[in-house]
T-cell receptor, first 115, second 111 residues
Framework: GAVVSQHPSWVICKSGTSVKIECRSL??????MFWYRQFPKQSLMLMAT?????????EQGVEKDKFLINHASLTLSTLTVTSAHPEDSSFYIC???????????FGPGTRLLVL | GEDVEQSLFLSVREGDSSVINCTYT??????LYWYKQEPGAGLQLLTY?????DMKQDQRLTVLLNKKDKHLSLRIADTQTGDSAIYFC???????????FGTGTKLQVIP
């Protein structure tokens, strides 16, 4: 299966700062990557679909100016949480979909804590 | 919208079989997945099944699909302590990119 990495694995920041999370597909080129958010003891919620070379598609209720997504290459997508607040504290997980098997593989996640 | 539901908790003794159940509402679901999440980690794809299949077996894992009842199950044979984790089922309609995840079932294996 696909190997997906995320960096950093965890980050603590002050309220009002911006945090960038990287997601890399290590062994194949991914035209589409997905960003999820998971609160403690809850399921994954899709935030946005990241498309290489074009704008991301955001799910309803997700602020695109708050969560900036850049998919500049076929192996890298970044999620920037701008002006982070304590309520943005969560576990952020990226995912890539491998074709043609249609299987989806996940990164190890990034835990964000905003003080 | 799509809805995927699972029981929240399952406890089994080491060596027994575990059966984790999942129900979904979207009749157009084409791809159905089972993922495992260990504490503080991302999701690991365990197995998947296409909607035109009834069963899929992969070593200790057996997936059963009842498309009529929209019911999916994951059976883990000879459950080990290392199987303790949260298990998510997920579904995706054909032609769509969005995957909908279930609520997750926490499996506790008692030594």
């Amino acid at each position: 299966g696909a190997v997906v990495s995320q960096h950093p694995s965890w980050v603590i920041c002050k309220s009002g700062t911006s945090v960038k999370i990287e997601c890399r597909s290590l062994d194949f080129q991914a035209t589409t990557m997905f960003w999820y958010r998971q609160f403690p003891k809850q399921s994954l919620m899709l935030m946005a679909t990241s498309n290489e070379g074009s704008k991301a598609t955001y799910e309803q209720g997700v602020e695109k100016d708050k969560f900036l997504i850049n998919h500049a290459s076929l192996t890298l997508s970044t999620l920037t949480v701008t002006s982070a607040h304590p309520e943005d504290s969560s576990f952020y997980i990226c995912s890539v979909r491998e074709e043609p098997q249609e299987t989806q593989y996940f990164g190890p996640g990034t835990r964000l804590l905003v003080l | 919208g799509e809805d995927v539901e699972q029981s929240l908790f399952l406890s089994v003794r080491e060596g027994d079989s575990s059966v984790i159940n999942c129900t979904y509402t979207d009749s157009s679901s084409t791809y159905l997945y089972w993922y495992k999440q260990e504490p503080g980690a991302g999701l690991q794809l365990l197995t998947y099944i296409f909607s035109n299949m009834d069963m899929k077996q992969d070593q200790r894992l057996t997936v059963l699909l009842n498309k009529k009842d929209k019911h999916l199950s994951l059976r883990i044979a000879d459950t080990q302590t290392g199987d303790s984790a949260i298990y998510f089922c997920a579904e995706r309609p054909g032609g769509y990119q969005k995957v909908t995840f279930g609520t997750g079932t926490k499996l506790q294996v008692i030594p």
